[in-house]
């Protein structure tokens, strides 16, 4: 599986739009990206998942581009319970064994 | 509808004990996965049931833990004897097997989780 890298932690305001990057170099053809959420005390869960261009669903966008080589996934005006870690995971759609890295722990401040 | 549902919730052992983990998972999900957070690492994968079948167990740690799916609806994970290293919160997540057609994600659905602290 490509190995992912995203920041380790992002701070916001209410009502801001947060972008998180994720680098995926190593990506192969059928491999799909795919993003979700994690509250405290919660298990993970699926936010959005792509394989080129746009997605946007009712939560959030995912952007990719053409050498799909990066992603960034968007969360339009974020509120405080927006505040979660977020892992950004790439593999072929039905792939198990997922692996999930550090994620990107989103601090959203009033 | 009823999503994964793990019990106990927290569980606090001491070393040497037995515990067992029950994961319910969604009605009709065939996939059944055993995942595991120990203290201040990552989330990994533990195995992986096509209903009653382990599919893919390379991710459990030793012989210490079993896992079983009879009847391929819910799965106990049994950890005996606890070790300290053990302590950790274990997920359970489950999906739909590939359909023929149509979008599909993989998507997994998790559990909340049960927090396992071996003393």
């Known amino acids: 599986l490509a190995k992912t890298t995203q920041p380790i932690s992002m701070d916001s305001y209410e009502g801001q739009e947060v972008n998180i990057t994720c680098s995926h170099n190593n990506i192969a053809t059928n491999d799909y990206i795919t993003w979700y959420q994690q509250f405290p005390s919660q298990g993970p869960r699926f936010i959005i998942q792509g394989y080129k261009t746009k997605v946007t669903n009712e939560v959030a966008s995912l952007f990719i581009p053409a050498d799909r080589k990066s992603s960034t996934l968007s969360l339009p005006r974020v509120s405080l319970s927006d505040t979660a870690v977020y892992y950004c995971?790439?593999?072929?759609?039905?792939?198990?064994?997922?692996?999930f890295g550090t994620g990107t722990r989103l601090l959203v401040s009033p | 509808e009823a999503g994964v549902t793990q019990f106990p919730s927290h569980s606090v052992i001491e070393k040497g004990q037995t515990v067992t983990l029950r994961c319910d998972p969604i009605?009709?999900?065939?996939?059944l996965y055993w995942y595991r957070r120990v203290m201040g690492k990552e989330i990994k994968f533990l195995l992986h049931f096509v209903k009653e079948s382990k599919q893919d167990e390379s991710g459990m740690p030793n012989n210490r833990f079993l896992a079983e799916r009879t009847g391929g609806t819910y799965s106990t994970l049994k950890v005996q004897p606890a070790e300290l290293e053990d302590s950790g919160v274990y997920f359970c997540a489950s999906s739909l097997i590939e359909p023929g057609q149509g979008t599909y994600t993989g998507e997994l659905f998790f559990g909340e989780g049960s927090r396992l602290t071996v003393l």
């Open positions: 995971l790439v593999a072929p759609p039905g792939f198990q064994k997922l692996v």
């Open positions: 009605s009709g999900h065939d996939n």
